[in-house]
């Protein structure tokens, strides 16, 4: 079956940009899904940050649309995320999921990855 | 402030059933049959439990089922059990291509 994991630096700079990498692996990123981004600060509900399909379309969360970036790399069969300008409100476990694209919901979840924003 | 809205907590007995909402708007869970359950356990990953509002994915316990009525969605426990003491969330579709997640509900088996 299909597992996501996700890697990238766990502690990042405030006003600095925030990068992670989903691997996807016992399928293609090739495949009918939805590609996507979601985060949880400490203690506090999930948010959707954002999705991308493997021809490169993307979807973002329009109140973090202008600091986000989701990319794919289907050669490498993974997909990654940049957030700028962090602060540290963007301090959160983040995880990398697929969505299925006909039921819009996110089937296979990455374990997460603590991203803290400090100097 | 979520978009969807949850209450913070729920209780329950071991063996009696629950029932958390679910609260969007008209261009959220009204518009759309794409409203989703999820369970989550401290530090663990969110499970998928409820999709297409009451479809169960494989592997899933028939305990737990879906329901919506205009902007309300609803997750019902039945039988509880020690294990269903967790975080749960809803999802809805937005519209425009977006996902909206609920503020989360803690279940609480007394």
């Known amino acids: 079956q299909v597992q996501l994991q996700e890697s990238g630096p766990g502690l990042v700079k405030p006003s600095g940009t925030l990068s992670l990498t989903c691997a996807v692996s016992?399928?293609?990123?090739?495949?009918?899904?939805?590609w996507s981004w979601v985060r949880q600060p400490p203690g506090k509900g999930l948010e959707w940050i954002g999705e991308?399909?493997?021809?490169?379309?993307?979807n973002y969360n329009p109140s973090l649309k202008s600091r986000v970036t989701i990319s794919v790399d289907k050669s490498k069969n993974q997909f990654s995320l940049k957030l700028s300008s962090v602060t540290a409100a963007d301090t959160a476990v983040y995880y990398c999921?697929?969505?299925?694209?006909?039921?819009?919901?996110?089937?296979?979840w990455g374990k997460g990855t603590t991203v803290t924003v400090s100097s | 402030q979520s978009a969807l809205t949850q209450p913070a907590s729920v209780s329950g007995s071991p063996g009696q059933s629950i029932t958390i909402s679910c609260t969007g708007t008209?261009?959220?869970?009204?518009?759309?049959?794409?409203v989703s359950w999820y369970q989550q356990h401290p530090g663990k990953a969110p499970k998928l439990m409820i999709y297409?509002?009451?479809k169960r994915p494989s592997g899933v316990s028939n305990r737990f089922s879906g329901s919506k009525s205009g902007n309300t969605a609803s997750l019902t426990i039945s039988g509880l059990q020690a294990e269903d003491e967790a975080d749960y969330y809803c999802?809805?579709?937005?519209?425009?291509?977006?996902?909206?997640f609920g503020g989360g509900t803690k279940l609480t088996v007394l």
């Open positions: 999921a697929r969505v299925e694209a006909v039921t819009m919901s996110v089937d296979v």
């Open positions: 016992g399928g293609s990123i090739s495949s009918s899904n939805w």
């Open positions: 991308i399909y493997h021809s490169g379309s993307t």
């Open positions: 008209s261009s959220d869970v009204g518009s759309y049959n794409l």
């Open positions: 297409e509002v009451s």
């Open positions: 999802c809805s579709y937005a519209g425009s291509s977006t996902l909206e």
